[in-house]
């Protein structure tokens, strides 16, 4: 998006990054990443303040939920401020399993959403939760969140074979089927079949202990490989040597109802795709033949795929054409780009 606006607008960036610069017209100015999350939530949005009202910008926009109070400030200072939301938030804190009194956080998340609702232009990503957002908001419009086609493209994917480099990048959590695929991985060894699991993003203690203290693990260990968190471009250059796309998300009411990005991603970049059987998810997947959609919780059925996935490479490789096909012809963001002008066309004047 920060690109696309560039074109028309001064673009300034702050975010968690390596050092100021500037790039592709961008001036991107580095925010410090907070580990401690009681810490980031309660005192992240302020530090975000100071840094953002020394750029003096027209319109601001987040990406943040946490920094909601941040732009409640820039709102008091005559800013005009979009919130762009990626989830059904509210809906979504039920599923955090770090979040322990979980109504509480709700009710005051609400509190801050609804003035959020009255203050800002709201950008949702998703039509599942237009529904909600609307009854609340003066100001709304729905940018769906597809692929950034033209940023993929050094990702792509060319030549197939018949190993099993399982690839996955995002938040590294239970609820997204990790420990489903490690045992489908050990499923796999016993059988004679090697498959290797490479995950970009940041794993949290709670789950690497859990993946540690698998009774298989010392015999799978070699072939679990997890690179941290990464700029995305350098964790997607990887998956030009990947064979398919994991995105084995839990039966959660959020996940369930909206699009995981990252399916549009894998399928740009050339990726045969296993993912989870809801309808959303199998209108996307199996209706494009682009991959697979599994119970997220069934590793006997993940075990059969990979299995088939590894026998049948002319198979795969034509879901990975049927993926970067479509991703064209119906999920490219350019047909999103029209929609984000127009709002800050309006907000401009």
């Known amino acids: 998006m920060c690109k696309f606006l560039s074109s028309s607008y001064n673009v300034t960036l702050i975010a968690v990054h390596p050092k100021e610069e500037v790039k592709d017209k961008i001036h991107i100015i580095p925010f410090k990443r907070y580990h401690n999350r009681k810490f980031r939530i309660l005192f992240g949005w302020l530090f975000m303040f100071f840094k953002a009202i020394k750029v ?3 319109i601001y926009h987040l990406h943040d939920p946490e920094l909601i109070p941040c732009g409640i400030l820039l709102r008091l200072l005559g800013k005009k401020v979009i919130l762009d939301i990626h989830e059904n938030i509210a809906e979504d804190l039920f599923d955090k399993p770090w979040i322990k009194r979980q109504k509480l956080v709700f009710t005051i998340f609400t509190f801050f959403e609804k003035i959020a609702c009255k203050l800002f232009y709201i950008l949702l990503a998703e039509r599942s939760y237009e529904k909600r957002y609307h009854k609340m908001c003066k100001q709304i419009s729905t940018v769906q969140n597809f692929c950034d086609t033209e940023f993929f493209a050094p990702f792509e994917k060319t030549t197939y074979k018949d190993s099993l480099n399982l690839y996955y990048i995002g938040i590294v959590l239970e609820n997204r089927g990790i420990l489903q695929v490690l045992e489908a ?15 970009v993003g ?6 690497d202990r859990k993946i540690k203290s698998l009774k298989y693990y010392k015999e799978i260990e070699n072939q679990i490989h997890f690179y941290g968190r990464l700029p995305l471009d350098e964790g997607y250059i990887m998956a030009k040597n990947m064979d398919i796309g994991m995105c084995l998300i839990w039966p959660m009411k959020n996940s ?3 699009y995981p990005t990252k399916l549009f991603e894998y399928m740009r970049c050339g990726l045969p795709i296993i993912t989870s059987n809801f309808p959303l998810y199998r209108e996307v997947i199996e ?10 919780l069934n590793v006997l059925e993940l075990k059969k795929v990979l299995i088939a996935m590894h026998m049948d490479v002319e198979k795969s490789e034509l879901m990975a054409k049927n993926g970067k096909k479509t991703v064209f012809e119906k999920y490219d963001w350019k047909s999103q780009t029209p929609i984000i002008s127009k709002v800050y066309d309006t907000l401009s004047r």
């Open 56 to 58: 003096n910008a027209r």
């Open 185 to 199: 991985l050990h499923l796999l060894k016993t059988e004679g079949i090697r498959a290797d699991f490479h995950c």
């Open 202 to 207: 940041e794993l949290y203690s709670d789950l």
């Open 256 to 258: 369930i109802e909206s």
């Open 287 to 296: 209706e494009n033949n682009c991959g697979v959609c599994i119970d997220p």
